[in-house]
């Protein structure tokens, strides 16, 4: 039985092509085929098929098997396309404010009754600048706690971002984050509502905030949490039903 890694069938297909690689070479020659190619074959020495056996790992090396890895010498693997890519799990992440605004017209009840005085008014009639620093404190609250507000101490639970949002669906996201708030007793949240050239749902914000008896103090984000593009607001502590 032969020692060749090869079957016969293989075999005689490498004599063939072994063939017709050395017909760069002088046949005139007495020498035939021990002579060297008359013209250059870009071929890898046995050098390097030997490092390349070796490090696949394989002691036996063979003419036969030479002869071969010349053959392929630069022959690439065709990328099997029919392969599946692994696709990424998404991430569980907060509703935007697309949902919280229409959650708020499906599910009403307090959402309603805070968005329900609001007024966009009131609200445009005092402009605030895009890199303003909004702040705004009701007057019983202590400055201790405001400046752990302005520091960003007070930890924020829950938050919506608004810059891409109509007027309509920011007012809507707003009161419906404030209202989860109040029912899940979250004293602190977050709303990024962007700068933009003419700042006008920071100005919004800013406004509709100042309405609203449940808002205790608000004021623009330290820039770990958004800057001037966001602001954090405390709210007042729900009442027990001792109290």
């Known amino acids: 039985m032969s020692n060749s890694l090869f079957s016969k069938e293989m075999q005689d297909q490498l004599k063939e092509l072994k063939g017709q ?9 007495p020498e035939g085929e021990n002579q060297k190619p008359t013209e250059p074959v870009s071929l890898p020495t046995q050098k390097q098929v030997k490092k390349t056996v070796k490090r696949m790992d394989s002691e036996h090396i063979d003419d036969d098997k030479v002869l071969f890895m010349q053959a392929m010498h630069g022959v690439e693997m065709l990328e099997d396309k029919n392969v599946r890519s692994p696709t990424n799990t998404a991430k569980a992440s907060k509703p935007d404010a697309t949902t919280l605004s229409k959650r708020a017209a499906a599910q009403g009840s307090d959402s309603i009754d805070l968005g329900a005085g609001l007024s966009d008014m009131q609200a445009l009639l005092n402009p605030v ?5 909004l702040s705004y404190k009701q007057p019983t609250l202590q ?3 405001f400046d752990q507000l302005k520091k960003g101490k007070l930890r924020w639970y829950d938050a919506v ?5 109509t007027i309509e669906e920011a007012r809507e996201a707003m009161t419906q984050l404030l209202s989860q708030a109040k029912q899940n007793n979250e004293t602190v949240v977050k709303i990024v509502h962007g700068k933009g050239s003419e700042a006008i749902l920071k100005t919004c914000v800013n406004g509709w905030l100042r309405q ?7 004021c623009s984000a330290p820039p770990k949490d958004g800057g001037n593009g966001a602001v954090l607001v405390l709210l007042k502590k729900p009442k027990s039903d001792s109290e």
């Open 212 to 218: 609203l008896p449940e808002v205790l103090a608000f």
């Open 129 to 133: 600048a895009a890199e303003a620093q």
């Open 143 to 145: 400055n201790k706690v």
């Open 21 to 29: 690689l050395s017909k760069g070479r002088d046949t005139n020659s």
């Open 161 to 165: 971002d608004i810059h891409d949002c």
